[in-house]
């Protein structure tokens, strides 16, 4: 499966932003999917996931409340909703696309995205 994400962009501090992940290739539905971003200097780590119906999600804590994932199968696009962003947010965004059940580490996920750049500004 192939991923192209899209969405980021300038936000200030307070705003929303959605970013989507386009996939193409094998079934969508048959992956569970991942949100996962990286910040300058620091390691990629977990955002949000869902699986492979969309029934459940779970979601970082730093995120939760705040950021909602979704998909749709139809389309094969799989969405992060962030809401009341903070400066700490500010990373580049990268989805991913595990053919199991999914999870909150990187090292399960087969494909990725090439990743877009969010940055909040204070």
């Known amino acids: 499966v192939q991923l192209q994400a899209s969405g980021g962009g300038l936000v200030q501090a307070g705003g929303s932003l959605r970013l989507s992940c386009a996939a193409s290739g094998r079934t969508f539905s048959s992956y569970a999917m991942g949100w996962f971003r990286q910040a300058p200097g620091k390691e990629r780590e977990f955002v949000a996931g869902?699986?492979?119906?969309?029934?459940?999600?779970y979601y970082a804590d730093a995120v939760k409340g705040r950021f909602t994932i979704s998909r749709d199968n139809a389309k094969n696009t799989v969405y992060l909703q962030m809401n009341s962003l903070k400066p700490e947010d500010t990373a580049v965004y990268y989805c991913?696309?595990?053919?199991?059940?999914?999870?909150?580490?990187?090292?399960?996920?087969?494909?990725w995205g090439q990743g877009t750049l969010v940055t909040v500004s204070s």
């Open positions: 869902i699986r492979r119906s969309g029934g459940t999600t």
């Open positions: 991913a696309a595990d053919l199991s059940v999914g999870s909150r580490y990187d090292d399960d996920y087969s494909y």
